[in-house]
């Protein structure tokens, strides 16, 4: 059995690099060169052109996945930047917690519910949301990749660092074409932290499992 990773894939990354520019070369027009008088060629700057010339960052962006990566990270705030630095940093903690530990000592047998949690607000839900998608960045973006089990300790001990109690780390199992996968996600007050609801509805909870993060 295996641990599957996050639903989010980066096989868009390895498109074929700058397809920007046989588009560009494809789509040009010839236009006659304007003659002065004295029979020199001299270059024309049109309307049409300065709203090509405008155009072509936006294009980069749009055709190239590169660049639109880093016009989203340059759009980040510095509360996104803040959760961003966090969650990469809680997932090289996590992946450590999974290194030093055997597999069988990675689950336990007892129930994960541990009694009715204090009901949330809209604000620690929010930044529950927050703390959530900043693990998948980091993940999907940071340094190494991590297996979702890691990204669930990772979004666990994030949020009970910001006081928001009653996360419970999920796991669900499906039968792939190599046997038997596995895959962990986050759950508070019902709602999936961390992933898509699409995504975890493809496993079947194993409920009599927690996870010792």
């Known amino acids: 059995m295996t641990w599957g990773q996050e639903s989010g894939s980066c096989s868009h990354l390895h498109a074929t690099p700058f397809p920007l520019f046989a588009a560009r070369s494809s789509e040009r027009t010839r236009m006659p060169t304007p003659r002065s008088s004295d029979g020199t060629s001299r270059a024309i700057w049109t309307s049409s052109s ?6 072509r960052p936006a294009a980069l962006t ?8 880093v016009r989203k990270v340059i759009s980040l705030g510095a509360r996104e930047w803040r959760d961003l630095w966090r969650a990469q940093w809680a997932l090289i903690s996590a992946q450590r917690v999974i290194s030093n530990r055997a597999p069988g000592q990675l689950t336990s047998r007892t129930s994960a519910e541990t009694g009715t949690p204090r009901a949330l607000g809209p604000e620690a839900r929010s930044q529950a949301r927050a703390l959530g998608d900043a693990v998948r960045r980091a993940a999907k973006y940071g340094i190494f990749r991590p297996a979702c089990l890691v990204q669930a300790i990772a979004i666990q001990r994030l949020l ?13 199992v499906k ?3 190599e046997g038997m996968e596995a895959h962990a996600w986050v759950e508070l007050e019902g709602d999936v932290i961390g992933d898509s609801l699409a995504h975890v509805r493809e496993f079947a909870p194993l409920n ?3 996870v010792l993060s």
Not at 50 to 55: D, E, I, L, P
Not at 62 to 69: D, E, F, K, T
Not at 160 to 172: C, K, L, M, N, P
């Open 160 to 172: 009970t660092a910001d006081g928001i109690q009653g996360a419970i780390i999920r796991v669900g």
């Open 62 to 69: 749009a055709c190239h996945p590169v660049g639109a990566l």
């Open 175 to 177: 039968q792939a074409d």
């Open 208 to 210: 009599e499992l927690s």
């Open 50 to 55: 300065a709203t090509a010339w405008r155009s």
